[in-house]
């Protein structure tokens, strides 16, 4: 997806001051079209191959790169990794291959920090939001809805003013919520608010405490999350029935009733 004409007039005004930021050397005008071009050509690349589902843009997303080892944020994968976890390129988009089909990725609120020299080459911070959604079953997983946040982004890019050139040097993030996406999980569907006199979600917990059901109505849970031995008791004690209805290497679908 090419970003459209309105992006880029929004994005390019964010990028106009080049030389009032740039401490090193000032840029001529004809330069800063040069890096504010570069700058939106790796943005609009990044949001059609970070979404790696085959070797082309596997190898697409790479070229991004200024090398296979550059440190990319994990968090983003949905693949159980910390927010604090990085991974290098080559091996983020192994994982982005294996493990998430029919991704889409979505950026927004692009901003330029400030530029500096450096060896040559121009090194500019790039923030933004960043959101992922993928199908796997009939599930439809959304980073967005499972944390209500999107995912602060910053790329820091080099520049190369005489090959016009630039590439990702590393990729850093963050998501301001606690929560921690599972590698393996069940999926629960909310249940009635109540069943006869027994109320399940009072019941329903993960490792204790009371699941969250997002907009969709369903909650995300560990693979053991629903296995506590207080939630077994509970479960037999009034006869509680668990239905899978949907399954894949990934999580099982669930839901309860009696």
Same mark, same amino acid.
């Given at each position: 997806?090419?970003?459209?004409?309105?992006?880029?007039?929004?994005? *390019?005004?964010?990028?106009?001051?080049?030389?009032?930021?740039?401490?090193?050397?000032?840029?001529?005008?004809?330069?800063?079209?040069?890096?504010?071009?570069?700058?939106?050509? !790796?943005?609009?690349?990044?949001?059609?191959?970070?979404?790696?589902?085959?070797?082309?843009?596997?190898?697409?997303?790479?070229? /991004?790169?200024? *090398?296979?080892?550059?440190?990319?944020?994990?968090?983003?994968? /949905?693949?159980?990794?910390?927010?604090?976890?990085?991974?290098?390129?080559?091996?983020?988009?192994?994982?982005?291959?294996?493990?998430?089909?029919? /991704?889409?990725?979505?950026?927004?609120?692009?901003? @330029?920090?400030?530029?500096?020299?450096?060896?040559?080459?121009?090194?500019?911070?790039?923030?933004?939001? @960043?959101?992922?959604?993928?199908?796997?079953?009939?599930?439809?997983?959304?980073?967005?809805?499972?944390?209500?946040?999107?995912?602060?982004?910053?790329?820091?890019?080099?520049?190369?003013?005489?090959?016009?050139?630039?590439?990702?040097?590393?990729?850093?993030?963050? #998501?301001?919520?606690?929560? #921690?996406?599972?590698?393996?999980?069940?999926?629960?569907?909310?249940?009635?608010?109540?069943?006869?006199?027994?109320?399940?979600?009072?019941?329903?917990?993960?490792?204790?405490?009371? /699941?969250?059901?997002? *907009?969709?109505?369903?909650?995300? !849970? *560990?693979?053991?999350?629903?296995?506590?031995?207080? #939630?077994?008791?509970?479960?037999?004690?009034?006869?509680?029935?668990?239905?899978?209805?949907?399954?894949?290497?990934?999580?099982?679908?669930?839901?309860?009733?009696?």
């Amino acid at each position: 997806m090419k970003i459209s004409l309105v992006k880029y007039i929004l994005i *390019s005004l964010s990028f106009l001051a080049f030389s009032a930021t740039v401490s090193a050397q000032e840029l001529t005008n004809v330069e800063t079209r040069k890096v504010n071009a570069m700058i939106l050509d !790796v943005i609009d690349r990044y949001e059609d191959f970070a979404g790696v589902y085959d070797e082309e843009t596997e190898y697409e997303f790479l070229r /991004l790169f200024q *090398s296979p080892d550059a440190p990319v944020y994990a968090g983003d994968l /949905l693949l159980g990794y910390r927010h604090d976890e990085t991974l290098p390129a080559s091996e983020y988009a192994v994982k982005m291959l294996d493990f998430t089909p029919n /991704l889409s990725i979505r950026v927004s609120k692009v901003r @330029k920090g400030q530029a500096y020299f450096d060896s040559g080459l121009l090194y500019v911070p790039i923030t933004l939001k @960043k959101s992922v959604e993928y199908t796997d079953g009939n599930l439809i997983i959304s980073s967005d809805i499972f944390y209500d946040k999107l995912f602060d982004l910053t790329l820091l890019l080099a520049c190369d003013l005489e090959r016009e050139r630039c590439k990702i040097c590393s990729i850093e993030g963050s #998501v301001d919520s606690d929560k #921690v996406f599972p590698m393996n999980f069940v999926v629960v569907r909310r249940p009635a608010s109540s069943t006869g006199k027994v109320n399940l979600e009072s019941i329903l917990t993960d490792n204790g405490k009371p /699941l969250e059901y997002n *907009s969709l109505d369903y909650a995300i !849970v *560990s693979e053991d999350g629903l296995d506590s031995p207080e #939630v077994q008791e509970m479960k037999y004690e009034v006869r509680m029935t668990q239905n899978i209805v949907d399954s894949t290497f990934r999580h099982k679908e669930i839901e309860f009733g009696f």
